[in-house]
Nanobody, 122 residues
């Protein structure tokens, strides 16, 4: 069965950095595009960043562009999100997802992990 396990969340001050990881199993990892989503209380789950199966192309939400970097290590079946210059608005539970691109748009798959909490506060 597909399993995605996020880790690396925590509490950091504004302006700080954090690196999230997503360990995937039960899929041929390098066949899938991957995405990071986040959800804050009262908000919808939103796509933050996505990456092609090879890692050759990435896309970002406007709110994180220039601050976050999505990457992957296909040999380790692991997805990463490097987060820098963090802001209170980045506070959310972060989830990874295995999906694909359709006409240039990331399409989420059906499997979600428990997520990892990221809290940005002074």
């Amino acid at each position: 069965q597909v399993q995605l396990v996020e880790s690396g969340g925590g509490l950091v001050q504004p302006g700080g950095s954090l690196r999230l990881s997503c360990a995937a199993s039960g899929i041929i990892f390098n066949f899938y595009a991957m995405g990071w989503y986040r959800q804050a209380p009262g908000n919808q789950r939103e796509l933050v960043a996505s990456i092609t199966s090879s890692g050759g192309r990435t896309n970002y939400a406007d709110s994180v562009k220039g601050r976050f970097t999505i990457s992957r290590d296909n040999a380790k079946n692991t997805l990463y999100l490097q987060m820098s210059n963090l802001k209170p608005a980045d506070t959310a539970v972060y989830y990874c997802n295995a999906g694909d691109y359709r006409r240039g748009n990331y399409q989420s798959g059906d499997s979600w992990g428990q997520g990892t909490q990221v809290t940005i506060s002074s």
